[in-house]
């Protein structure tokens, strides 16, 4: 399969290196320190046109292919992990299925400015008791004639706090299982929503992590998208493309591990000659390399797929569990390389270590997509 890029895909990717190199990269180690959510970051990637790069020009969006947007969340990845992830989410759950679903008068009201970066869009599935199983969820959306009333939790919300549209995911009808299950469109001043406590993560501190709680919240009945009862059917069609974008931040994050880790080896002296020298540390540098690229190559073969509208399930599973396996991997490697000094904040290969593992676990934890894996190949 041949990947050679286009002079307008390596303009891109070019573009976007040269950003986070000099925009995300020196500040990323601040938002990792203070908790700052990295509000310029999307103003000046709105700028880029990198808010929107997965929808038609006429909407606001940039029209790129899904192979040009893993390359960009690669690069900023790269950078600043956070950064990455409020990205990936915005785009490929805050801002897609109001693309695919949504009726005129929904794409007219939140589409355009999503794509343009004026709106944050964000994701609110899970809950306390309904993680893996997303058919548990017990937040319960009651008619009340042109509206419904909202009651329930929502966890671990990626923008949460800071995004202006929740694609939200309710109980219309109970005890049918996912055939009850609908999607709201819910806007951050929604009478009866509010924010709840943020969460204290490992990584990822310049990304918010949120509780939303809905207390009889009103939200208009124009703010279905799609049809009451397609709310499983809407979230289980947005895995693929969320999955190969977590697989692309995979790779940028063991790149960025494995590029200082190099540096470091080159650099620090033992034994009168640079540590780079040593077997045990080339073949862990030659290893972390190879990981890097076979990763990368599943992600771009999954991106590829779903470009030419093929399925991809098997694909993006598998892009996503090697990549962010991989990622945790090399940047446990680049913290031994550093030794001691890999233990200190003071040196970044820390940073990547923490923002790896939940790779691992969102967007469907590797277990799951060792499921999903083995279910496709034993049909």
Known sequence: MDFSLTEEERLLRDTVRDFAAKELAPMAAHWDRTGEFPRQNLEKMAQLGLMGMLFPEEVGGAGTSMLSYVMALEEIAKACAATAVILAVHTSVGTMPIYLYG?????????????????????????????????????RAKDNGDHYLVSGNKIFITNGGEADIYVT????????????????????????????????????????????????????????????????????????????????????????????ALAYALERRQFDQPIANFQAILFKLADMATRIEAGRLLVYQAADLRDRGKPCSKEASMAKLFATDSAMWVANQAVQIFGGYGYCRDFPVERYFRDAKVTQIYEGTNQIQRMVIAKIINR
């Open 169 to 260: 995911f309710v109980v219309t009808e109970p005890g049918i299982g996912h055939r009850g299950i609908s999607c709201l469109l819910v806007d951050r001043d929604t009478p009866g929503f509010s924010i709840g406590a943020a969460e204290k993560k490992m990584g990822l501190n310049g990304s918010k992590t949120t509780e939303l709680i809905f207390d009889n919240a009103r939200v208009p009945k124009e703010n279905l998208l799609g049809k009451p009862g397609d709310g499983f059917k809407i979230a289980m069609s947005l895995l693929d493309g969320g999955r190969i974008g977590i697989g692309a931040q995979g790779v940028g994050i063991a790149r960025g591990a494995y590029e200082h």
């Open 103 to 139: 009726t005129p008068q929904q794409k007219s009201r939140y589409l355009e400015k999503l794509c343009r970066g004026e709106y944050l869009g964000a994701f609110a599935l899970t809950e306390p008791q309904a993680g893996s199983d997303a058919t548990k969820i017990r937040t």
